[in-house]
């Protein structure tokens, strides 16, 4: 028998959990995860599992990390050859796992009490739920609050400017060389395409854009055009880096924070994870004064409350592992209100987990009230659009609507006949 | 040789063509080389600009902290084992299909050019397979040999087409003196081969010392990973750390400056040498 | 076999010897590490082309089911494949001309001619992956440094994002191969070069022969193996160009990039399907072309093959 060694870590919330009978003594789950170079949810995930090792002696939990590409390709390789880890790191629109029978159905195991309904749907398929939801997400608009205020402009008390207001601005800031949106997608296929799937959205209302995305309802309705064509004056006005193509996630929250600087950024919320660390590791400088609104909106939307909220980084149980009992305990074990509060303070992004952002304390407190604020009231959608695509549809739009046309390279009936052509 | 030098107007252009030739083709290495020296906050203010403080720490910083020292030595390793087997095992089975008539020489040197294409991204699922079936996987034993296997087709395609070229007077003349087809291969093809042998060690060492799939799907303890896992740990999803990234590029490129400074001389002398003439 | 063999013997006296215990010897190495570790996954990927691949399912026989999808319908994989070819058909050209220029220059012994060779060598030194950041930073479009010599010259409307435009994208990739192999070529075709009997070069120099007709006439036809090694070197690598691609532009903007490699990658990996059948299906088809592209080039250029010197 080893000895615990993560003894002093105990402190955690190791109570809640029973230890695992002797039997299961001596095991080792294999964790293959993301986020290698993400030092806070590294340092949340390595608590949470030397706090299980303190509690079920025996047990190690031995994580391998990695980064999101090199994890996918050892990780579809590994399944396929049958020789993945206990555990690994998905998110939800890999429906291919689910519908492979290669991760484990959790609807039985995992304690959903302590998990947003919400997030078990998006982990649904086929009315079983299959992952523990660990990081969520909403779409943002930062911005630079003392640039704003330089262009002279007023944010609406609701935190939303109107469309023409907001394309006003835009002009103004393109105007005086400031960029007005910073967003690349040089190493990400999602972010071209946030400014247009948020003003589809609140164009359609949450059912017609479901039945858009579904093939349902075809692109060439007018209201579909009339959303884009929104998107298009923006793009038209110079909203974007000349960059777009190539700058890379990490570049663009320093393009827009830093240098050149940016008046407003279309972000997941998972902006703080880069942006809050010190500026010599890329953060934004001191004194910089954040602020968060709502993107614009749009005339004769349906719902310009409605936005998407999608959830990013989860943990699933390899349907063929031989540890299954203990992997699921050391899920639950994350799956605490004391952990979901702990998530939000450590890594300053909203979790799956139930949990209170009024809890928080400290530095971010007033962060985390002002994105509560923009999501008060907010009807959402869960999931970005590629996550729940077909395969042929997700690559035109990768393609086109996230980059194509937000780089200025086609116009809006080009965006309407490709994506037409594709399902 | 009498190409003497004169300073008209010929040579001036030539001198000015390759002087901005040289500019262009060493400019990003010496940019990345005086990148190694300067911090990613120096180097995001001011892209071009020579370093002001010379960092020499951040070697340091990336050979312990970065655990540059562990993936150095596992590179070292494996693409020296790999390379030295290819080159041994691919020379024999060149100066093979070269030298000698047997049954089926034709097809089975077709066979083995032939697959000098497929892309590793899809053979690499069946490769992982039998690496777990023979207990190789997460091995550096395992990535040694499919690394060999993946750049043999390559060296023997190199070496069989020089090998064919070497006169058989001088395997006859060895023949009449008694040697046997060993001392043949070991003494006459090699020697003879050694501007084909050096293109292949120049070759395979430059593409395995950089190469990166593999490693990644083939290694997961951190202590067995390579060099290419090492840099990828600074362009991490947060941040490309360029400056780091430059460093570690630098400590990297060492070795295969060496063998290539090597190789190179052994290329050019072997063949000034005229061993064929 | 055996008919075949005796004629190569007859044909060329001096090979004739077949010593059986020293050719298994030679062979057995290779071909043992080539069956366990090349043979057994490609004909598995074959195999696997006539297939629906799924885990933890049994294989579904499609017959030629994939093939035509790609080859009737799939119009990502027709686009890869013209941008593909696109590639290998110029850069094979394009880098051994630079390279044959700079060997020349070397070979006609100008001053610090060690000194060139590892400067023009450097860019093979540093991995696809450095060099996919360094050129991305390259053509920036705000700060990079081909926009700014533009500027620098007054060229400010040539000036534009160079990967993030369909037209420019794919040419500005095939500069940076370019870059990166011209050095290398130049390498071996200067060995070549100076493996040549300089009694032949001498001799033209005597025949006042002018140095254009040097080179047309002696160099190019003396090293013309290796040029013929290089050119199939240079295409095969391009057939299968992947990195380099994966890390500045994934295939866009508007495909105006993606290979058969990203492509055949993004099947297997990124498109949430697990089905192998498909890009097992493509590798195989690209392996049939790469392959009689290769033996077209030979043919082209080894008919002056055996020279003797």
Known sequence: MKMPRGILFAGLAVALLSPLSAATADTTLSLWSHWADQDAKRAYVEGAARAFEAANPGVTVEVTWYDKQPLYAALKTALRAGQAPDIFYAEPDQKEYMENGLILDLTDRLNWDNLESWAKDVWSHEGRAYGLPLEAWTVEMYYDAARLSELGAMLPDNGQFGQQAFLDLVEKAAAAGVTPISLGVGDRPYPGAFLSHEALLKMLGVEDYTRLLAGDLGWDDPRVKEALGFVKAMVDAGALPNTFSTLKLGESHYYFHTKPGALTFLMGSFYPSRAFQSPDKGGQPAGFELGIMRYPALDGAACNECKTIAVGGSYVVNAATEHADMAVAFLNSMATPEMGNKWLEDNLVQTGIKSDASKITGDNAGYFKALAEVNDGAKYFFGLPRQVMAPAPREVFDQVVNQAFPAGLVDVDDVVDQMSGAY | MTTSIRFDLKHGFLVVALALYTAFAAGPFLWVASMSLRTTTEISAEPYALPDTLHFSKFAIAWTDGNYGTYFGNSVIVVLSAVAVLTVIGAMAAHCFARYRFPFRRFLYFLVFSTIIFPPQITIIALFQILVEYGLFNTRTGLVLAYVAFQLPITVYILESFFARIPSDLYDAARMDGYSEWEIFWRISLPVAMPALSTTVILNTILLWNEFLYAVVLITDDDKRTLPLGIQKYMGDQLIDIGMLATGLMIAIVPVVIVYVFFSEKLIQGMTAGAIK | ?309
């Open chain 3, 1 to 309: 076999m055996e008919h075949t063999a005796g004629r190569l013997t007859s044909s060329e006296p001096g090979l004739g010897l077949r010593p059986v215990g020293a050719i298994a010897g030679f062979l057995a190495p290779a071909l043992i590490i080539y069956f366990a570790f090349t043979a057994y996954p490609v004909v598995r990927t074959i195999w696997n082309s006539f297939f629906q691949v799924f885990p933890n399912r049994p294989d579904e026989f499609v017959g030629w089911a994939n093939y035509a999808t790609l080859l009737f319908e799939d119009r990502f994989f027709h686009r890869a494949v013209g941008n593909t070819l696109v590639w290998a058909l110029i850069s094979p050209v394009v880098e051994i001309a630079i390279a044959l220029l700079l060997a020349l220059a070397l070979y006609a012994r100008v001053p610090g001619s060690r000194f060139f060779r590892l400067a023009w060598f450097t860019p093979v030194l540093m991995s696809y992956v450095v060099v996919g950041i360094i050129w991305t930073w390259i053509f920036n479009f705000d700060w990079g440094i081909a926009n700014g010599m533009l500027r620098a010259v007054g060229l400010d409307h040539w000036a534009q994002a160079w990967l993030g435009h369909p037209d420019t994208a794919l040419p500005s990739l095939i500069f940076v191969t370019t870059w990166m192999w011209a050095g290398f070529n130049m390498v071996v075709l200067l060995a070549a070069m100076h493996s040549l009997p300089s009694e032949v070069l001498e001799a033209a120099e005597l025949d006042n022969c002018g140095w254009m007709a040097k080179l047309r006439y002696i160099v190019i036809p003396l090293v013309r193996p290796t040029i013929l090694n290089l050119m199939v070197l240079s295409f095969v690598g391009k057939m299968r160009v992947f990195d380099l691609v994966w890390i500045t532009t994934r295939g866009g903007p508007l495909w105006s990039t993606e290979t058969v490699s990203t492509y055949v990658y993004k099947r297997a990996f990124n498109w949430n399907t697990f089905d192998l059948g498909y890009p097992c299906a493509i590798a195989t088809i690209w392996f049939v072309v790469v392959l009689g592209g290769v033996l077209i080039l030979t043919g082209l250029l080894r008919s002056r093959d055996k020279l003797e010197y």
